[in-house]
């Protein structure tokens, strides 16, 4: 008997124990969930990008996560037999960096995926980020339910990057050290070489063979926004960098010499050309500038054919405008007007394309007239990726909501995706 009470004692005690730590598991598990679901509903999405084969779509958020979509699945009718209203969640998600993603861009044939955040660029190899999307994807119709729901909430964090680029820090007072500077966007010049703009005010150009900056260009007096680069050898500022700044200019960037060719002031048209004697960083003979009298220049783009550039400026919580610029002379051919500070501009086939703090897109003709506005569901836009090649006229726009908006043909909203859980 006093065996059996023992035994007994044991068995209650373990399954009191085993009850106890089943419950502070699920606290811990609901508690995740719910501190998960709240990021995921308050996110800002600055980046986003398609990939060339067209069957991933990536954004970056203000968390330092990047989300992956297969986005092949949702043009699929069979997906949308059960609910035609349902937003698809992202198929994979994984920690990139500590803060906030700026900028995303595939390098050498979509076999690298760079990201750039608060303080460092990441390089990624794109393929073990698919293997991991796929075989996630696959998890979810072999595993239980209770997976499923596990892979909808689930960000993976045991991903490694090839390297890493730390942005410089500039000294400060008596040799301190200022905060390390973000990465706002990025570009790869025709050299291979990665070029990053930063809240510096300086543009770094990085060798990505041998991880190491070799060349920083300064003269900016404020942040920069923006960066563009002519898409072939055929134009006159072949193998010139641009870059749009708060300060309210464009400079034109000789990579082979290291210096400013041209300055550009959208605010009042004014284009200065700089002799050879002139460096980036000498402005004692450059043109004088208030940065507080002028708007930013927030987004830059140059068209296919190497014959327009089109920049848009603004500030804050006002209008703002876009100027399109002749390439050859940068002549400044027609400015837009815009009912609030641009965001983001590009040229698509024969139309411009804008985002703002609004809830639409813009699309403009290159005689100056709005011929579109398409609504979004998104109060502020960032970021939109394209795919004409893939898909028909395929776009899809993010900004400062857990919302994203997906249209083909142009105005036609195919489907929307979400963060929230």
């Given at each position: 008997?006093?065996?059996?009470?023992a035994?007994?004692?044991?068995?209650?005690?373990?399954?009191?124990?085993?009850?106890?730590?089943?419950?502070?598991?699920?606290?811990?598990?609901?508690?995740?969930?719910?501190?998960?679901?709240?990021?995921?509903?308050?996110?800002?999405?600055?980046?986003?990008?398609?990939?060339?084969?067209?069957?991933?779509?990536?954004?970056?958020?203000?968390?330092?996560?990047?989300?992956?979509?297969?986005?092949?699945?949702?043009?699929?009718?069979?997906?949308?037999?059960?609910?035609?209203?349902?937003?698809?969640?992202?198929?994979?998600?994984?920690?990139?960096?500590?803060?906030?993603?700026?900028?995303?861009?595939?390098?050498?044939?979509?076999?690298?995926?760079?990201?750039?955040g608060?303080?460092?660029?990441?390089?990624?190899?794109?393929?073990?980020?698919?293997?991991?999307?796929?075989?996630?994807?696959?998890?979810?119709?072999?595993?239980?339910?209770?997976?499923?729901?596990?892979?909808?909430?689930?960000?993976?964090?045991?991903?490694?990057?090839?390297?890493?680029?730390?942005?410089?820090?500039?000294?400060?007072?008596?040799?301190?050290?200022?905060?390390?500077?973000?990465?706002?966007?990025f570009?790869?010049?025709?050299?291979?070489?990665?070029?990053?703009?930063g809240g510096?005010?300086?543009?770094?150009?990085?060798?990505?063979?041998?991880?190491?900056?070799?060349?920083?260009?300064?003269?900016h007096?404020?942040?920069?926004?923006?960066?563009?680069?002519?898409?072939?050898?055929?134009?006159?500022?072949?193998?010139?960098?641009?870059?749009?700044?708060?300060?309210?200019?464009?400079?034109?960037?000789?990579?082979?010499?290291?210096?400013?060719?041209?300055?550009?002031n959208?605010?009042?048209?004014?284009?200065?050309?700089l002799?050879?004697?002139?460096?980036?960083?000498?402005?004692?003979?450059?043109?004088?500038?208030?940065?507080?009298?002028?708007?930013?220049?927030?987004?830059?783009?140059?068209?296919?054919?190497?014959?327009?550039?089109?920049?848009?400026?603004?500030?804050?919580?006002?209008?703002?405008?876009?100027t399109?610029?002749?390439?050859?002379?940068?002549f400044?051919?027609?400015?837009?007007?815009?009912?609030?500070?641009?965001?983001?501009?590009?040229?698509?086939q024969?139309?411009?394309l804008s985002?703002?703090?609004?809830?639409?897109?813009?699309?403009?003709n290159?005689?100056?007239?709005?011929?579109?506005?398409?609504?979004?569901?998104?109060?502020?836009?960032?970021?939109?990726?394209?795919?004409?090649?893939?898909?028909?006229?395929?776009?899809?726009?993010?900004?400062?909501?857990?919302?994203?908006?997906?249209f083909?043909?142009?105005?036609?909203?195919?489907c929307?995706?979400?963060?929230?859980?």
């Amino acid at each position: 008997k006093t065996k059996n009470f023992a035994i007994n004692c044991c068995s209650k005690f373990d399954i009191l124990s085993f009850y106890v730590h089943s419950m502070e598991a699920y606290n811990i598990s609901y508690q995740n969930w719910v501190i998960e679901n709240r990021k995921r509903k308050f996110s800002i999405i600055y980046s986003s990008l398609i990939s060339k084969d067209g069957r991933y779509y990536l954004c970056g958020d203000n968390y330092g996560r990047v989300h992956i979509w297969i986005l092949s699945n949702y043009f699929n009718f069979e997906y949308w037999e059960n609910d035609l209203n349902q937003k698809p969640k992202p198929n994979f998600s994984f920690q990139a960096h500590d803060n906030s993603i700026f900028s995303l861009i595939f390098y050498n044939d979509d076999n690298l995926l760079m990201s750039g955040g608060e303080t460092e660029i990441k390089v990624w190899n794109w393929s073990d980020i698919v293997d991991s999307v796929e075989k996630n994807e696959l998890d979810k119709y072999t595993d239980d339910e209770s997976q499923d729901i596990k892979n909808l909430t689930y960000v993976f964090t045991d991903f490694k990057p090839n390297c890493i680029f730390t942005n410089p820090q500039i000294s400060g007072i008596k040799g301190s050290l200022n905060p390390l500077t973000e990465t706002f966007d990025f570009k790869i010049d025709t050299n291979g070489n990665l070029c990053s703009a930063g809240g510096d005010n300086n543009v770094h150009v990085w060798d990505i063979e041998n991880e190491k900056e070799y060349l920083n260009l300064e003269g900016h007096l404020s942040k920069i926004t923006s960066l563009t680069m002519t898409k072939n050898n055929n134009s006159p500022f072949h193998n010139s960098l641009f870059s749009g700044s708060e300060d309210g200019t464009i400079r034109i960037w000789d990579l082979r010499e290291g210096k400013t060719t041209h300055m550009i002031n959208p605010s009042s048209c004014k284009i200065s050309t700089l002799n050879d004697n002139n460096s980036a960083n000498n402005n004692e003979k450059q043109p004088s500038l208030n940065a507080h009298q002028s708007y930013g220049v927030t987004c830059l783009d140059i068209d296919e054919n190497n014959e327009w550039l089109v920049c848009g400026s603004g500030k804050k919580s006002k209008k703002g405008f876009l100027t399109l610029f002749y390439l050859d002379n940068l002549f400044p051919v027609h400015a837009y007007p815009t009912s609030s500070s641009p965001q983001f501009c590009k040229f698509n086939q024969n139309k411009i394309l804008s985002l703002g703090n609004e809830n639409c897109i813009h699309h403009w003709n290159k005689s100056g007239k709005l011929s579109m506005k398409v609504q979004t569901t998104i109060d502020s836009c960032f970021s939109l990726a394209i795919d004409n090649e893939n898909y028909n006229d395929l776009m899809i726009v993010n900004g400062s909501s857990c919302n994203i908006n997906v249209f083909t043909n142009v105005n036609d909203t195919h489907c929307s995706f979400s963060l929230s859980i």
